[in-house]
Every structure is written in structure tokens, then in C-alpha cells.
């Protein structure tokens, strides 16, 4: 059975993955999300902790240097 869509606001539950022999985790995104942010394979992103709310925030990585990046 194929997963839902993900749509806004919906909640989804996802797994963490231990990888690199238990040093770093990986966490699973849904395609229609990098899709939707237009987020590139290996491409750079900012993961942002808050601790008090207990969250991270995942952006996309812009160069203040370089073209492609600023003309987004």
C-alpha cells in the first residue's frame, strides 16, 4: 500500500535511521515535499535546533557569492 500524499499541515510520522556506524542520523522526507521545495540531491541545507520547542528547522542552503543563488 502506497503512502499518502503529503499535503499541508498534515502530520506525518517518520523514523529515524542510524547510519556512518551510530555517529549520525538520517531522517526520510517525502518526495512531494523536496519536489515542492525544489530541493536538489546533495544539495546543501541549514538545519536550525530549538531546544526550548523542542524543533528543527531545515532550509535550504543560499550563496551570498554565487549567482544561481541569488537570482532565486
Known sequence: MARPKATSGKRQIRKLTKVGGGKSYSLALPVEIIRKFKWKERQKLT??????NKKLV????????????VLL
Open 47 to 52: 538545519v536550525t535546533v530549538d531546544l526550548k
Open 58 to 69: 531545515i532550509r535550504g542552503f543560499i550563496h551570498t557569492t554565487c549567482v544561481c543563488c
